[in-house]
């Protein structure tokens, strides 16, 4: 297949180009590509790599709340959104374990791959680096009935440096957090007031002074990224960067809740460029099941955000001013690369995962509109483009803005890099 008359960014600049694939592989890039391929008409679009969402939790049924969507619907959301591989969890430990995540994600419409939950270094993990998932996931505080230790994460950084792996952290200060908790119950904001920035700012220290290769998961404030020492990189999240603190005062404010809690993105939109991913940490919560759990501290944490990604992120950075490369850069190709994932870049040899953005197209955020929750805490935002055509693995998915192909199913990926 040939894309025609498409536009890609490159060194800062839109230039016009031809993609030639071939099975589920960039093949060639040029002008004038002569083939007796089918040609796929761009319509003098924006050609984009497929997003890598380095940061979801898809049919999560392992914490007190299940999440309300299905692998599928999930998936399906993400690849409406543009975004082509999604990146979730498995735990080293503890159900569910690997096996059991790619059996669950079977069905999954986008490309998929792991970090691994761990809090210390155990046979169950070296086996899954053997199988060449390369991150681990560590939490400072208690998640799924288990607690990581400052001793644990030591001995997981050692292990991730002597096997080429990384370490992602949720940092947050536990003790600090449950003091500042203790005994209070009452409306949403307390969630907010009990996680103040220096129960970020406190683990990030720790961070510093016992990994040598990591990243910060879902960064929620400025400060941060200025702390944060060379070898720890910083992931943000489409929330932590559209919504701000205001929302834990609306009546409804039990929905906007996540862990850390959002607070003020134009802190971290003036050093966007000490960001290395944005990532979602997506949970499809529907709004009956937040709003059983109304009351501090009993309330699900959790926004649904993997469809819209792409499109508000690329509309800020025009709002903005911002370079449209740096995005794409953001969105696509650091995530793949950091995890050596062979996808996120229009490049020869690189997967096929690719998306025609249609810049002239706006349109306004609504439930209605959207694949994922009978809610979006983006209700209203004014859109400028839309993934119009989504290729992933060399296949037309998505067309005209239509699913073309419901039993299309993605494919495992893990990291090319093992031996590097």
């Not at 000490?274 to 009351?295: C, L, P, Q, S, Y």
């Not at 694949?371 to 992933?392: F, L, N, Q, R, S």
């Amino acid at each position: 297949m040939i894309i025609k008359n498409v536009k890609v960014v490159k060194d800062g600049q839109i230039t016009e180009a031809e993609v030639e694939i071939e099975g589920s592989k960039i093949k060639k890039i040029g002008k004038s590509i002569l083939s007796q391929d089918k040609i796929l008409d761009g319509q003098g679009n924006l050609l984009l790599p497929g997003g890598v969402d380095n940061h979801v939790h898809i049919f999560k049924r392992y914490l007190k709340v299940p999440t309300s969507d299905t692998v599928r619907k999930s998936t399906i959301a993400s690849a409406f959104g543009g975004t082509t591989t999604v990146i979730d969890f498995a735990f080293s430990d503890k159900s569910p374990n690997l096996d059991e995540r790619i059996s669950q994600f079977n069905e999954s419409f986008t490309n998929y791959s792991f970090h691994i939950f761990a809090n210390k270094v155990s046979e169950n993990l070296k086996k899954d680096f053997e199988r060449g998932f390369r991150s681990i996931k560590f939490m400072m505080i208690e998640y799924s009935g288990e607690t990581g230790n400052l001793k644990g994460l030591k001995e997981l950084n050692e292990f991730a440096k002597a096997n080429n792996g990384y370490i992602m952290v949720h940092a947050e200060d536990e003790e600090l957090i449950n003091t500042l908790k203790d005994g209070r119950k009452g409306e949403p904001k307390l969630h907010l007031l009990t996680r103040p920035e220096e129960t970020e700012l406190s683990a990030v220290l720790r961070v510093n002074a016992l990994v040598d290769k990591g990243l910060i998961a879902h960064v929620s404030c400025g400060k941060t990224l200025d702390l944060a020492k060379e070898g720890i990189l910083a992931e943000t999240t489409l929330h932590h960067l559209m919504l701000d603190k205001s929302v834990y005062d609306r009546k409804d404010a039990y929905l906007y809740v996540t862990s850390p809690p959002v607070r003020n993105p134009e802190e971290i939109w003036k050093r966007i460029n000490k960001v290395h991913i944005i990532a979602t940490d997506h949970n499809w919560f529907n709004k009956e099941v937040k709003g059983e759990h109304r009351e501090f501290p009993d309330l699900v944490p959790g926004l649904p955000g993997v469809e819209l990604r792409m499109e508000i992120i690329i509309s800020e950075f025009i709002k903005r001013g911002l370079p449209l490369d740096l995005a794409i850069k953001l969105l696509s190709e650091n995530p793949a690369k950091l995890n050596g994932l062979d996808t996120g870049k229009i490049q020869e040899n690189y997967r096929a995962d690719l998306v025609i953005y249609d810049l002239n197209k706006k349109w306004k955020i609504s439930a209605d509109n959207t694949h994922m929750a009978d809610w979006t805490p983006y209700e209203g935002y004014e859109v400028i483009g839309k993934p119009k055509t989504v290729i992933i693995n060399g296949e037309i998915v998505i067309e005209n803005e239509e699913l073309i192909n419901d039993s299309f199913k993605g494919e495992l990926l893990v990291n090319q890099n093992q031996d590097k």
